[in-house]
């Protein structure tokens, strides 16, 4: 579910800017089951949800809309299955008399998403209200202030966003393309060759559950730093194996990573340049592995720390 978060961001926005909440537009189409769910008011299966364990600091708006819905905050592990909040912003949340005469449907108040159904006198939370809603009607924004970004190049990004997604403390992961000067690249001008861009991924993370060395760790064993020219049987300038630092912090860890790795024998080609404008690919190469139900032909992790 979360391969959605491709399309969200206005592309060509300057990965060191601030981004504070603007991805809240250009919501994508609705899958078959965000409409069975959404539209037709299905219920997703319990403990399925993508959202269920997400503790990281943000904003769930609308999947339909982007109306903002809940904080974070808001957010408390009832064990019910699916994502539970006891309270939501303003004006967010319209109640409903559900048809099974019994329960309290609760809808997005701008669209009429459905999201699910509103619990009372529980106990859970000191609000004793229980906002149980699919994952499904939702979309997290993590808080920017929050958590921090990093960019990695390892050759083919289905492989190399498969491996970050799984990593501790990971919130949200996009593949696209950087490094190059064409504007709105599309994943053939990337191909073709020419453009300079390098098949990359953005890795947002929570700080205080992870760290940028533990992820460049990570990077450095989920591809092989000391080929050139490609990676695996994947050849030609966009399988470059590059670190994009956003700042000196991250340059001097991936320094001396491989420093240490060299030190160890390992030949490495990385190259470390400088963040530059990070453009989002198209929405099928988002998440790609795990709309495939599949694991990656390209990247397994080889301990090299
Ligand atoms: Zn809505």
């Not at 994502?83 to 319209?94: N, Q, R, T, V, Y």
């Not at 190049?153 to 990593?167: I, K, L, S």
């Not at 992870?210 to 050139?228: G, N, R």
Request: proline fraction near 6%.
């Amino acid at each position: 579910m979360r391969l959605r978060h491709a399309a969200y961001l206005i592309a060509g926005m300057i990965v060191c800017a601030g981004e504070g909440w603007a991805d809240l537009m250009n919501m994508p189409a609705l899958t078959p089951e965000e409409e069975r769910v959404i539209v037709h008011k299905g219920t997703e299966p319990p403990f399925s949800g993508a959202y269920l364990d997400n503790k990281a600091a943000g904003l769930y708006v609308c999947r339909r809309c982007g109306a903002p819905l809940y904080r974070s905050e808001a957010k408390f592990d009832s064990r019910c299955g699916w994502p539970s909040f006891d309270d939501e912003l303003p004006g967010a949340i319209k109640r409903l008399a559900d048809p099974d005469g019994a329960r309290t449907e609760i809808e997005c108040a701008k669209c009429g998403a459905h999201l699910g159904h509103v619990f009372l006198g529980e106990g859970f939370t000191p609000k004793n209200t229980r906002h149980c809603v699919n994952s499904v009607s939702m979309h997290f924004t993590p808080d920017p202030a929050r958590t921090e970004k990093a960019f990695f190049a390892g050759g083919c990004f289905w492989g190399v966003e498969y491996h970050f997604q799984r990593a501790e403390g990971v919130v949200s992961t996009r593949v696209g393309y950087a490094g190059g000067h064409k504007s709105h690249p599309a994943y053939e001008d990337v191909c073709l060759g020419g453009t300079g861009h390098i098949e990359t991924v953005e890795v947002v993370y929570d700080p205080a559950r992870t760290s940028y060395e533990t992820l460049a760790k990570l990077f450095f064993e989920i591809h092989d730093p000391t080929q050139t020219g490609g990676q695996g049987p994947d050849i030609g300038e966009q399988y470059q194996s590059v670190a994009f630092y956003l700042n000196d912090d991250q340059k001097a860890i991936a320094e001396r990573l491989i420093g240490i790795l060299k030190g160890k024998g390992h030949a490495v080609i990385t190259q470390l340049r400088p963040a530059t404008v990070f453009w989002p690919a198209e929405d099928l190469h988002q998440r790609y592995y795990e709309k495939k139900n599949g694991v990656p032909y390209c990247h397994a992790r080889t301990k090299r720390f």
